[in-house]
């Protein structure tokens, strides 16, 4: 597949970043973690034990049965340990540790914290929380999950039922992460947003945020997706395709790949 060149704005946008001026907001959504090949956890007949997984990511499963909810959770999770990040994973840790950058995700897996070198990296915003780590429904206790829970986990603290540290349906986004979130976008020169049909709200109010404060907008995804008029360089390829083409042609200097 032949990509465009990226127009003269795109490249003056990333020109600046080399040089420390600017920031680089990044939004990745499912698309990035397509090529770890983690398994969607819907069977043939999209059931799990014999029910509809979406219906177990909810506060009132939770409340209902814990311990069904952790054996799907714990599953997923022993997914995610034994994945390894993907070559787009690696090369956006690679562009936002050159830059000054956040990268915001709405994935739960945890593969751009494995791609940075550790769980936590200082620039990473995961909007809808972390399969990785528990947290305690009673109080602020959290921790990170070396490998899936037997059972529900108690609180070390106060004694409450660990949960997932994900964000449920129903559930609102933390603060916190929004405002760090809108603020990275509100303040970018460059946005790229890779992997992300635009369609679920906030992905699509932080490119228009971008746009509106004048940033460029890069966009990767094979599909249509909802921000396609907003983007100035449009790559219809897969992540880990262009992604590369996007570090080669913009960052190449500021990574020295
Ligand atoms: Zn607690």
Known sequence: ???????????????????????LAILTGAGVSVAAGLATFRGPHGLWEGRDPTELATPEAFARDPEAVWRWYGARLAGCLAAEATRAHHDLAAIAGAVSATLVTQNV?????????????????????????????????????AEPPVGVPQCPTCGGALRPDVVWFGEALAAADIARAEAAFASATLALVVGTSGTVWPAAGLAHLAEAF????????????????????????????????????????????
Do not use: K, Q
């Open 109 to 145: 897996d945890g593969l751009h914290g494995v791609a940075a070198g550790g769980g936590g990296a200082a620039n990473l915003v995961e909007l809808h929380g972390s399969i990785r780590r528990a947290r305690c429904s009673a109080c602020p206790y959290a921790t990170a999950l």
């Open 1 to 23: 597949m032949t990509t465009p060149d990226p127009p003269a704005r795109v490249v003056a946008a990333a020109r600046a970043l080399a040089t420390g001026e600017g920031h």
């Open 214 to 257: 004048g940033a460029v907008l890069v966009l990767v995804d094979p599909e249509e997706t909802h921000l396609d008029d907003l983007a100035d360089w449009r790559l219809s390829t897969g992540a880990d395709e262009g992604v590369r083409v996007v570090r080669d042609a913009l960052f190449a200097d500021a990574v020295g790949a």
